[in-house]
């Protein structure tokens, strides 16, 4: 089974309009860290947001926000008022920290395009 | 402080050859990750370091593929008789210790062309 679902290849969205990229997870483990990372056309790799198990509050990091709904085992990015620069892939993944490997999980990804 | 940081940047070889690529992570990270990205494609996961323990190697598609890391620093990738499926950017990654909130620092990757 996989670890990390995102189910949207693709996504456009309007300039200034918000915009919700999906991620559902699988694990048995009850210590787990949740991350969305966003990799524009230069490739680098940026850590946007990072979303505890225990944590009861959604993470929020400027106008990224967590939709953290854990017994729906799901972890939605929330970008509000889109931004050209916000055009990227994005990547959900997951840490277990209590496995031997302590693998992160990443998802395969979801393409967002902001249209002017 | 400096990031991670990978090298070389770019490497074009022949099908055929061996090629290294090299990490250096952020400076008290234990744990250091190897990835491949292929082009429009997800990250997949190859190798793991944690400190002085054994290395997760479930991730190499071949025996090809090797990694060594000395300690806590610097890994080197070893990819012997390229082939052009290898063809990818690597990407290398560093974090804390096990912990869920240490998130993953990632360097700039290295594009390899296999010809």
């Known amino acids: 089974a996989q670890k990390i679902t995102q189910t949207q290849p693709g996504m456009f969205v309007q300039e200034k309009e918000a915009v919700t990229l999906d991620c559902t997870y699988d694990t048995s483990d009850q210590s787990y860290g949740l991350f969305w990372y966003k990799q524009p056309s230069s490739g680098e790799m940026i850590f946007l947001i990072y979303?505890?198990?225990?944590?009861?509050q959604n993470a929020t990091e400027g106008r990224y926000s967590l939709n953290f709904q854990k017994a729906r085992k799901s972890a939605n990015l929330v970008i509000s008022a889109s931004q050209l620069g916000d055009s990227a892939m994005y990547f959900c993944a997951m840490r277990e920290p209590q496995t031997a490997s302590n693998q992160f999980y990443f998802g395969t990804g979801t393409s967002l395009t902001v249209i002017p | 402080g400096a990031g991670v940081s990978q090298s070389p940047s770019n490497k074009v070889t022949e099908k055929g050859k061996d090629v290294e690529l090299r990490c250096d992570p952020i400076?008290?990270?234990?744990?250091l990750y190897w990835y491949r990205q292929r082009l429009g494609q997800g990250l997949e996961f190859l190798i793991y370091?944690?400190?002085?323990?054994?290395?997760?190697k479930s991730g190499l598609p071949s025996d090809r593929f090797s990694a060594e890391r000395t300690g806590e620093s610097v890994s080197t990738l070893t990819i012997q008789r390229t082939q052009q499926e290898d063809s990818a950017v690597y990407l290398c990654?560093?974090?804390?210790?096990?912990?869920?909130?240490?998130?993953?620092?990632f360097g700039p990757g290295t594009r390899l062309t296999v010809l």
């Open positions: 370091f944690q400190g002085n323990s054994a290395p997760d």
């Open positions: 990654a560093s974090s804390l210790v096990r912990a869920a909130y240490n998130e993953q620092f």
């Open positions: 979303q505890g198990s225990y944590d009861e």
């Open positions: 400076s008290g990270h234990t744990a």
